[in-house]
């Protein structure tokens, strides 16, 4: 690689992007705004995007720091961005900045003796899980974008799923990381050793960090042997607090691989697409897993199938059949484009501790009918963390403030329950007038020493993260 | 609480100590020298320990942010003490400082709802496994000295243990934390919120930062169902090489909860106290268990006990009588002891990917014989991570020379292989002069300035963990 020199305070953006495109290899860098158009935004589709200099696609660590070490150079705004299905806005460009797309580093090895793989950040989740597979291993993070989403996004947003209430998230699975700091060094931090307490914790500071404290190019993960089958049980209710009352009953005894929520709009969504015979009259539904192996599956099932039954369910199905217990995972999987169907939606990210969650779900119905909205609520009932998504048109500019204060209500009533502002896609650029009222002023100057420290100008992601 | 006034820069030790007993509660400055000499060292016994000028032991976090303005503003610096077990140096006192001790905080509240537990640091870990087995739940880190180390000590160094190998190390379980930064500003990072990606991971940061960052005075620990019962597995083997190939084969197909390697020293002298009919011509001894509910930990055993089997183990012997079980265990935990008995220990704590763990055991066996010293080595095989026991005779100079000389060794051999120099001990003060081995320059750099935008005036923990 050329270096790149220090450009003089004289010179034109037109100018420094010349200097990065003579820089890189051929194509690397593109400035073409019929492509670059599609990576102004993610899939928070921020309406105040700003255009980019250039998007750059670089296969290899060393391409990275050229571009850091450019941008440091230039003041110029780096904005990192894995695959783009980013909901807070992360990944949102900024005008006279550029979008850093990891697309291209797309390597893993796979090492089954250390049950552990190292990849570059471009590859889907979904690819990672595929590639580990093959060796009989299992990555578990899995949010549910996880066919579209990168797992350079996944670490930079820290990012859950529905297996989180057993398994953890995706910080439970980095042990290692390789990070373009931001003036252009590259370190390894961490590694293939599952203990290592040599220096800080600094792979765990920049799992979650949204881009804002370097680019991670490169990540060593946790791999554990393949899951088990999963018995799964699929219950009614007639009202929320039913089914939130039998969620603090099942997590309190025990450890179910998933624990699934879905409203009465979410279910009738569902069921107007999939018509899975599921009840349209019930006020919630759960679905929950156990991959407990041999008989304790289906002790798990039992137990959490008669535990609802004691909390009000009015209809409790279960199944040790992998596929039929599949359909009823697909369909709460299901429910984010089912109720997209009705209309684009906010998609919010709120999460309380879990005794709150049924004060929160019916606390987002009393502000879906003050602000004449539909907002279907769907949640990882088992981590306290909802998806509460607000249907909208963001053609009629009265609707589109009538959505946009629900959205900060949820947020505020979710803080008002002890609560987080996000709980698994981060707080971008969507989510940040709030992160203050979360962490107050003390944590805030807290985050901003952390940000000063290791990005001293500033040009790594400005305006999100915090 | 009265706050602190800076004193004037010409003040005296006296002077400034005088200022904190009058700050705080009578009693919890401690200047008597028949006390505070028990607080200059640690467990790693290091004979270049400082004197306090004071022991300060506070009960609640305002005391504590007393402490820090009082220590800021005098630049007095403080070395935050749990339990006194730290085998690093991590709490060696420092002339001129103060030593401030947990062990007075010790107040717990277990909530089952969300199966978290609110405790101080002062507690020990056992204490809190106990305090949370009431309610039928586990805290799973079990450092081997679990009966006498604090949680806040655990906290400090990410500590690890025997469960750690399907568990999970001390981070995997603290959900958030309170610490009162150098300045006495006290801040809450996290909380009982299963998913929360608001703001950089600050929680995580702390964890393993071993005092030098902050000081943890309140942490939210997540638990798990109690762990049902295990079976246990022993089998020896004629060589080193059998056994760390049994562990690789092992790990590399399933999660045992357990995996734990003695060498022919540690073997003998466990025999030698215990009386347990265990093999004293082995090369070395592996004990696994399973803690899969019902079948499966006894399916899980039965594959151990082949794969073992298959790679040359001479005895094999498989139990699910918990209480026979547990003796097996206790013989492990026992080794260090045992060990003991031959003289006083310097207890090294190296890890290395898993494929290498066989040369870095027989490596060590190397380093012992050119050292002319009798090092056993115990380890936690299945993560990788060892206790090399170095047996010496700190009343001879020359046999401590080498004893020192194979220390440093045996750190050096591990990061040959692609190791750290600790793995759940932490760095301390003992292990300082290789973190930049293992770290490099510019990771060393990046932890620098972490520790500087954290304590800009070096007060907290000053010659430890970097």
């Not at 073409?32 to 660590?61: C, E, K, M, N, S």
């Not at 600094?202 to 804002?212: C, D, R």
């Not at 990540?219 to 699929?234: G, K």
Request: aromatic letters at 4%; charged letters at 20%.
């Amino acid at each position: 690689m050329s270096t790149v020199e220090p450009a003089g305070a004289g010179d034109t953006a037109a100018d420094a992007v010349a200097e990065l495109v003579s820089a890189l290899p051929d194509g690397m860098v593109v400035t073409d705004p019929t492509i670059t158009d599609g990576y102004r935004q993610d899939r928070a589709l921020d309406p105040a995007a700003g255009t980019p200099l250039a998007v750059v696609r670089p296969h290899r660590t060393e391409q990275v720091q050229t571009v850091l070490r450019w941008a440091g150079a230039h003041r110029i705004p780096v904005i990192t961005r894995g695959a783009g299905t980013g909901l807070s806005g992360g990944a949102t460009a900024v005008d006279g900045g550029i979008v850093l797309s990891t697309e291209k580093m797309r390597d893993i090895t796979v090492d089954p003796v250390t049950r552990t793989a190292v990849c570059q950040p471009g590859l889907l989740n979904a690819e990672v899980k595929k590639a580990v597979a093959k060796h009989g291993l299992w990555y578990p993070p899995d949010p549910s974008s996880f066919e579209i989403c990168s797992i350079g996004g996944n670490i930079a947003t820290n990012a859950g799923g529905l297996c989180c209430v057993k398994y953890g998230v995706t910080t439970d699975y980095v042990l290692g990381v390789e990070v373009v700091l931001a003036d252009g060094t590259a370190v390894r931090l961490g590694g293939p050793r599952l203990k290592d307490v040599a220096g800080f914790s600094l792979t765990k500071l920049f799992v979650g960090s949204e881009g804002a404290l370097g680019v991670v190019t490169e990540a060593t993960l946790r791999l554990l042997p393949e899951q088990p089958s999963s018995c799964v049980v699929v219950a009614t209710f007639a009202s929320v607090r039913h089914a939130c009352e039998a969620v603090l009953a099942v997590t309190g005894r025990m450890r179910p691989a998933m624990l699934e929520f879905m409203d009465a709009a979410a279910i009738n969504a569902v069921e107007d697409k999939l018509r899975m015979g599921l009840d349209r009259k019930a006020g919630a539904m759960l679905v929950a897993a156990s991959d407990e192996r041999g008989a304790a599956g289906a002790e798990d099932i039992a137990l959490i199938g008669s535990v609802f039954t004691e909390h009000g369910a009015t209809e409790v199905y279960s199944t040790d059949d992998p596929t039929e217990g599949e359909e009823f995972i697909a369909a709460r999987r299901y429910a984010i484009p089912a109720v997209e169907a009705k209309g684009p939606l906010l998609l919010e990210d709120v999460g309380v501790p879990l005794p709150a969650l049924a004060d929160l779900v019916t606390g987002i119905e009393e502000i879906a009918a003050q602000q004449d909205l539909l907002i279907s609520v769907i949640a990882h009932a088992g981590d306290g963390n909802t998806h509460p998504l607000i249907v909208h048109d963001p053609t009629d500019p009265e609707n589109t403030r009538r959505a946009q204060l629900a959205y900060g209500q949820i947020m505020d009533l979710a803080l008002s329950l002890g609560g987080t502002i996000t709980g698994e896609h981060g707080v971008g650029r969507l989510k940040r007038p709030w992160l203050g009222d979360q962490l107050g002023p003390e944590v805030m100057a807290l985050n901003q020493r952390i940000k000063d420290a290791l990005d001293p100008t500033g040009i790594l992601n400005p305006g999100a993260g915090i």
